[in-house]
């Protein structure tokens, strides 16, 4: 994951602006959309000049390839902590669905905007999120793999299908979710665990 332009280098005042300038960037995209905000946007939010902003970004494009990149990081994360675990491949996979899918429930800003606007990326920014997504879906893939290696799910699985469909209902989070709902994060997290490792492993589980 490549670091702010000053983030690893300027002190952690710089490090700091940086972050905020991330968090800046999810409130503005999430709010009017990528397409239609601006730096100026980003910088009102951030609460500095618009060339300012430049010590930190290169471009609006770079900006967006950066929180992809920085949302994909916690992805990875969340994998390869489940993946360690000391556990059967299916109790590996309930553990990342609830991690994952509670990641999301606390970042819904960010989740909607991986979803939703990695299709305004170009060149080689487009190829570098692409090949990310796909690395992830890989290794989602093989851990759900690993479950019907070890006879824990069902027979008839197809592994890419289930992997497909588990991103669909995790990258559906942002249609319905409300923070001020009725249901905890917790409990929609570890009801979507169920109900993923349910696809996996079947009825009979």
């Not at 556990?87 to 905007?113: D, G, H, K, M």
């Not at 190829?127 to 069902?154: C, P």
């Amino acid at each position: 994951m490549t670091p702010i332009k000053g983030q690893a280098t300027d002190g952690r005042q710089r490090r700091n602006r940086s972050e905020d300038v991330l968090e800046a960037a999810v409130r503005v995209f999430h709010k009017k959309g990528y397409a239609s905000a601006s730096i100026q946007d980003i910088a009102d939010e951030v609460g500095v000049l618009k060339g300012s902003l430049y010590h930190y970004i290169d471009s609006k494009e770079d900006l967006l390839a950066r929180l992809f990149e920085d949302s994909a990081g916690h992805f990875m994360a969340m994998l390869d902590e489940a993946s360690n675990l000391d556990a059967p491949p299916v109790e590996r996979l309930r553990r990342f669905a609830y991690a994952c899918s509670y990641w999301y429930l606390q970042n819904i800003e960010r989740v909607t905007i991986y979803a939703n606007e990695w299709k305004h990326l170009t060149g080689k920014r487009l190829k570098t999120v692409v090949g990310i997504r796909e690395d992830y879906e890989a290794r989602l893939a093989s851990l759900i793999g690993e479950a019907k290696e070890a006879g824990e799910a069902r027979p008839d699985l197809d592994v890419n299908f289930a992997t497909y469909f588990i991103f669909g209902a995790l990258n559906g989070l942002p249609e319905w979710y409300r923070r001020r709902g009725p249901d905890p994060a917790e409990r929609i997290a570890e009801s979507y665990a169920g109900l993923i490792v349910a696809t996996v492993v079947g009825g009979g589980k």
